[in-house]
C-alpha cells in the first residue's frame, strides 16, 4: 500500500446545497500526500449526480448504506492509507490553506497524537457568526463539560483511531465526542493549535441547528448517558449527571468566554480574522 500523509473524509447524506463547496474546498488545496474519502449511503437530494462529476478526483467513493454517520464514518477511514486522519461534514468547509496548515502541524508536532484547533462558525449563506476554539481538555474535564473541542479542527493519528476501534457506531449525535474520549482513555497525547481550519456551518437542517427537536434533543442526552455509564462517570452533589448542564452550555455558546467578550465589545477585529483567513495563502511552515 502507498502510504499518504493525511486522509480526509466527508460524510455526505441530503446536503446537494452544500456538497459543492465542501468538495472544492478540499480539492482546490489537495496535493500528492493527501488522500480524499467520501461516503453517501443513499441521498436522494441530487447529491450522488454531484458526486458523480467529482468521481475521477475523489480517491475513493464509498456509496453503500451504513448505519448512521458513524458507521459511514467507519466505512470512510476503512479505505484510508494516511498517517493522520481528519473528517468534514458535507455542510462544511475547508478555510484557504487549512491543508498546508495541517501538513506544518503535524510536522511540528511529531509527538502528538491528537491535534486541536479552530475553526468558524457561519450561517447558511456563509457570513461568520463566531470564532470557536478548543480549550484544554483531559477526559475528566471532557466528561464534565469543563473543555470544548472544535470537531472542524481536529485530526488525529491513525494508529490510535484503530487502536479505539473507530467511532461508535451505536452513537447517533455525537460520535466526535465519544471518538475523543476514547482519545483520551487511551493516553493520547494532545495538542492546541490556535489555527482555525473550516467553516462549521449552522443551519436549519444540521443536527448542531436544532433539526429534530426535542426526539434529536432526548437522542443526545442518552447518548451522553451511555458514554458517562462507560467511563463509570459519577454524578454530581445534586444527584444528576453534568449532561444538560453541557447541553446548556453548548446551546448557548459553543465558544470561550474571551472570543465571545472580543464579538461583544471590538465585532471589527472579529470580521478582520475571519477576512484575513479567507485570503489566506498556502502556508508551508508555520
Known amino acids: 500500500m502507498s502510504y499518504k500523509l493525511l486522509s480526509i473524509v466527508t460524510i455526505s447524506f441530503n446536503q446537494a446545497q452544500f456538497l459543492r463547496e465542501t468538495l472544492d474546498s478540499v480539492l482546490s488545496q489537495k496535493g500528492e500526500d493527501i488522500e480524499y474519502i467520501v461516503v453517501d449511503p443513499g441521498s436522494t437530494d441530487g447529491s450522488r449526480e454531484i458526486l458523480g462529476e467529482y468521481d475521477t ?34 455542510d462544511d468547509f475547508l478555510l484557504p490553506g487549512a491543508i498546508d496548515l495541517m501538513r506544518s502541524l503535524w510536522r511540528c508536532h511529531t509527538g502528538a497524537d491528537v491535534l486541536l484547533g479552530g475553526a468558524w ?121 453534568p449532561r444538560l448542564n453541557r447541553l446548556i452550555r453548548l446551546l448557548r455558546s459553543p465558544s470561550q468566554g474571551l472570543f465571545r467578550a472580543r464579538e461583544i465589545l471590538a465585532p471589527w477585529t472579529v470580521q478582520h480574522r475571519w477576512k484575513a483567513d479567507l485570503e489566506r495563502k498556502p502556508i508551508k511552515d508555520i
Open 121 to 241: 462558525m457561519v450561517s447558511s449563506d456563509r457570513k461568520s457568526r463566531r470564532e470557536i476554539q478548543p480549550s484544554p481538555v483531559t477526559l475528566d474535564k471532557l466528561l464534565s463539560g469543563e473543555s470544548r473541542v472544535v470537531q472542524q479542527g481536529m485530526s488525529f493519528c491513525m494508529d490510535l483511531f484503530h487502536k479505539v476501534g473507530g467511532f461508535n457506531v451505536e452513537n447517533g449525535t455525537c460520535w466526535d465526542y465519544e471518538l475523543l474520549c476514547d482519545f483520551l482513555a487511551a493516553g493520547a497525547n494532545t495538542v492546541l493549535t490556535k489555527e482555525r481550519l473550516a467553516g462549521f456551518r449552522i443551519h436549519k437542517a444540521s443536527i448542531s441547528g436544532g433539526v429534530g427537536g426535542m426526539v434529536a434533543t432526548n437522542r443526545y442526552l442518552a447518548d451522553l448517558d451511555r458514554i458517562y455509564g462507560r467511563f463509570d462517570r459519577p454524578k454530581d452533589a445534586a444527584g444528576k449527571r
Open 57 to 90: 478526483s475523489i480517491d475513493h467513493l464509498v456509496l453503500e448504506p451504513d448505519s448512521g454517520p458513524a458507521d459511514g464514518l467507519n466505512k470512510g477511514f476503512a479505505k484510508a492509507s494516511g498517517l493522520y486522519g481528519y473528517f468534514l461534514n458535507s
